[in-house]
């Protein structure tokens, strides 16, 4: 076990995060959010069309609203658009990379 921290301690010491380079990399970060913020309201407004398509279909008889199909494909998408909108998937994505060096898989 004492081997492991002293790894993970080394390891830090040379893979240290400089933060200049971050600073010179603001400017593609502000553009990916400001895409992936425009991503996520198309995929919201997608899916409000369709939602209110379904319901529109419903009040003409076309469809039923029993649709077991449709309901579980519209919750799973919304889900996922929730997920990005909100940030939670990379904040998952950042607690299995950190599960993932815990158990040993860090690299």
Do not use: E, H
């Not at 502000?30 to 419903?58: D, E, H, M, P």
């Not at 998952?92 to 815990?102: K, T, V």
């Amino acid at each position: 076990m004492m081997k492991d921290n002293d790894y993970i301690s080394k390891m830090k010491k040379m893979y240290t995060v400089d933060p200049g380079v971050v600073d010179d990399l603001n400017w593609f970060l502000v553009l990916a959010g400001a895409a992936g913020t425009i991503l996520c309201v198309l995929a919201l407004a997608y899916w409000l069309i369709r939602f209110f398509g379904f319901l529109f279909s419903v009040s003409r008889g076309a469809r039923s609203l029993k649709d077991p199909k449709f309901w579980k494909r519209m919750a799973l998408a919304l889900g996922l658009i929730l997920l990005f909108m909100t940030g939670s998937v990379f904040t998952l994505l950042s607690q299995f990379y950190d599960y993932m060096a815990i158990w040993g898989w860090g690299g």
